[in-house]
């Protein structure tokens, strides 16, 4: 009988699983694959160390092995914590029997609690053909590392900007199909915006509003464009419209959780319809990100533990690696607006900032928004150089619900990118 079972090795139930036992609570983790989940063995991990690495005549057996290499240290050093926490790795899928069992491997194991953090897949959308050879999800992708020719890709959101970056960088003709009117649609529109304006100066082809139709043997990709009939033939189809919780098959029997779309319904201590049973990360939905899993995690340990919950409620930030990166955290000055809220919103174009240009600045810029009235900070958006390390500190600001006057107190220092800030401030509270 242990007092925390933890269903699912990623980066959400193995920071719940860590904090629970360093707690002192007995722990059994269920990870049938790696531990690191999707994140550290097929996300994001893997694909940064290839937004790295990858260049024009990039050696990618060379790049493959450098992947590994990051990823098998990262992995060695999580199972080594993990251990050293107390935490027992037990390598089988469980299956959810009862409020307090769960079953793996052919044999039942016991828990006062349990945790489920079992993640999410790639979902596939009703197009015609994603069965033909050559098409592949970010999962084939990343496992199969090899330089390509033509890429096309299915979906212009995170992970399929991501991915153009890596081949596009690497010399491939890349093609982004995306069904909405601009790329990553989620994000505040200028960021998809401009995203889109840079990756086609740097090559890439971007069709936005396309209707793609199906995928023939090739394989080729037959797609509608501003009424236009188009076919485009590609060494690989790259679908990556999007990702599903991984939830089918978990519960055994009648017992089942309330689910919502498919995602485990929680109430605001992530707690299921069962009370024994708690969910986080991807299979509970909203953003789909390792920093959000993982502040849920640490949330529910720290319930369970009997302390006072310190993370898992504060705005998510959302990073895209690109080039330039982009990042964003809070409201936008659109869903501020549209929510009722006065706000300033006030951004600085980064063509004047001086480490941006001793960089070789590519385009662009950091709009923060503020509450016009209190002048707390809102919501800030960046497209720039560093974007996903500046915005901890926009972070942090939001959480926190520092005002204008304070976010310029500190002296930022010159040149860097962080200038940006101070004079995105005074642009949303001009002197006149
Ligand atoms: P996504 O939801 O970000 O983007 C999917 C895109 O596909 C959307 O823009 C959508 O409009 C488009 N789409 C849907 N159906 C389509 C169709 N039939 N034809 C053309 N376009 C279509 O999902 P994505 O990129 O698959 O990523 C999955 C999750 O992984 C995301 O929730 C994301 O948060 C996470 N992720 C995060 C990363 C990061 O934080 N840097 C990196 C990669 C993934």
Redesign the pocket.
């Known amino acids: 009988m242990y007092e925390l079972i933890v269903i699912g090795g990623g980066p959400g139930g193995c920071a719940a699983a860590l904090r629970a036992a360093q707690g002192g609570l007995s722990v059994a983790l269920f990870e049938p694959r790696q531990v690191g989940g999707t994140c550290l063995n097929r ?2 991990v893997p ?1 940064k160390a290839l937004l790295h690495g990858a260049g024009p005549g990039c050696d990618w057996p060379a790049l493959a092995a450098e992947v590994e290499r990051v990823v098998s240290t990262l992995r060695a050093g999580q199972e080594k914590q993990l251990r050293a926490a107390g935490v027992e790795l037990i390598p089988y899928r469980a299956v959810v029997t009862g409020p307090h069992t769960v079953e793996a491997g052919g044999a039942a194991y016991e828990a006062a609690h349990i945790l489920v953090a079992a993640g999410s897949e790639p979902a596939l ?1 009703p ?1 015609p053909g994603l069965d033909t050879p050559g098409v592949v999800t970010s999962d084939g992708l990343l496992s199969d590392l090899r330089p390509l020719d033509r890429l096309a890709i ?7 900007v ?1 991915l153009a970056c890596v081949w596009a960088a690497a010399g491939a003709r890349v093609t982004i ?4 009117p601009r790329l ?3 994000l505040e529109r200028e960021l998809g915006q401009s995203l889109a304006a840079q990756l086609r100066q740097d090559g890439v082809e971007v069709f936005t509003g ?1 209707g ?1 139709t199906g995928v023939a043997p090739g394989p080729a990709v037959a797609f509608t464009h501003r009424g236009e009939a188009y076919r485009l033939e590609a060494d690989a189809v790259l679908v ?4 599903r919780p991984a939830t089918g098959g978990l519960f055994a029997g009648d017992l089942l959780p309330e689910l919502e779309r498919g995602f485990l319904r929680v109430d605001g201590q992530f707690r299921t319809s069962i009370p024994s049973l708690y969910a986080i990360g991807d299979a509970i939905g909203g ?3 390792a920093h959000k899993a993982e502040a849920e995690g640490r949330f529910v340990a720290d319930l369970l533990l009997g302390r006072t919950p310190l993370r898992g409620v504060a705005p998510i930030p ?4 690109t080039s330039p990166e982009l990042a964003q955290v809070g409201l936008t000055a659109d869903e501020a607006r549209a929510r009722g809220i006065p706000c300033a919103a006030g951004k600085c174009v980064l063509g004047g900032n001086a480490r941006t240009l001793i960089e070789g600045g590519k385009r662009g810029f950091v709009k923060l928004v503020f509450h016009r009235e209190s002048r707390a900070l809102l919501g800030a958006q960046l497209c720039c150089y560093r974007a996903t390390d500046l915005i901890s500190e926009l972070a942090l600001a939001v959480t926190l619900e520092l005002t204008a006057e304070q976010l310029l107190r500190p002296v930022r220092p010159h040149p860097t990118f962080g200038e940006a800030i101070s004079e995105a401030v005074e642009a949303a509270f001009p002197l006149s």
């Open positions: 996300g994001c694909t959308p197009i299915i979906g212009g959101g995170v992970i399929g991501e199909l995306e069904a909405a990553l649609p989620t396309a793609v990556a419209t999007g990702r953003a789909m990100l959302a990073c895209v690696y």
